[in-house]
């Protein structure tokens, strides 16, 4: 049954004969072994949501939950969004019932939702400073433009204050996104302007795509303090490790992108892919 599933049924599908199979046996063996990569530690996730996202439940439905549930798979620090306010008509509200709630969890760190145009981004920046350790916003969900002039006052106002953004580009399913929100793609280029005109502030990008963070890695050197989690370069083969063996890990950072995926599906996809099960 295992040869069947590994190669035989593969084998037959493509009508390879078995001295095909033979051939290319012994031309895979004498391949060199690729080299591994080293793999980081892993022990922080950086796109992560607390609670149930309003129309899919949650394995982990409250922080107390998913404190445990990252401490069963070894993450010591999880930079968690509350999954409930993505779609919040009052964020401050929203805002305040997660961070009370996530306090006192050893390994939530909980992020602010922030939405660029409402009105009264400047209180939840004030009342969210000291209480979250950054804020998350969601140009992807929320349908606004990263490079938009008009949103440059809360970017400054945000690396005024040394609070950190967390900025979601994606979810990796479409069918996550709630057919009532007006949603749109977070393009290369805007990516690329908007880094290259942020004010100066630590940054984590959720969601982008290989494409996406090789043009930025490649041209935006100097945006040191921008990183990218890598959800979305594990779905393929090839596309990490080439970007790790051309630019490092310096600013690739975990991200489970729970609960879209278990908690362990990408660090050890990552672990595959660079040659070290972790």
Known sequence: DQERILWENSARLLKLT???????????????????????????????????????????????????????????????????????????????????????????????????????????????????????????????????????????????AGFPLWINTAISDGRFRHRGVVWRDVSTDELLAWMQAAPANDYVVQGAGFGQIKAALERCPQARRVRFEISKLTDTSTVLPALVRQHGWDRLVLGSEFPFRDLRQVRQAAGVLCGAVV
């Open 18 to 160: 078995p001295g095909q199979v033979s051939a290319a046996q012994m031309t895979a063996a004498g391949l060199p072994a690729t080299p591994r990569l080293a793999l980081p530690a892993f022990a922080e996730d950086h796109f992560c949501f607390a609670g149930s996202w309003p129309f899919r439940p949650s394995p982990a439905p409250t922080p107390a939950d998913l404190d445990c549930a990252l401490a069963a798979v070894g993450i010591a620090r999880a930079y968690v969004a509350d999954a409930g306010s993505v779609y919040a008509l009052d964020v401050l509200a929203a805002n305040r019932a997660f961070l009370a709630a996530a306090s006192g969890r050893p390994r939530l760190a909980p992020l602010a939702a922030m939405v660029p145009y409402a009105p009264n981004w400047r209180a939840v920046l004030e009342e969210s400073r000291g209480r979250a350790v950054g804020g998350v916003v969601y140009p992807y969900l929320h349908n606004w433009r990263l490079d938009d002039p008009r949103w440059r006052p809360f970017f400054e106002a945000c690396a005024a």
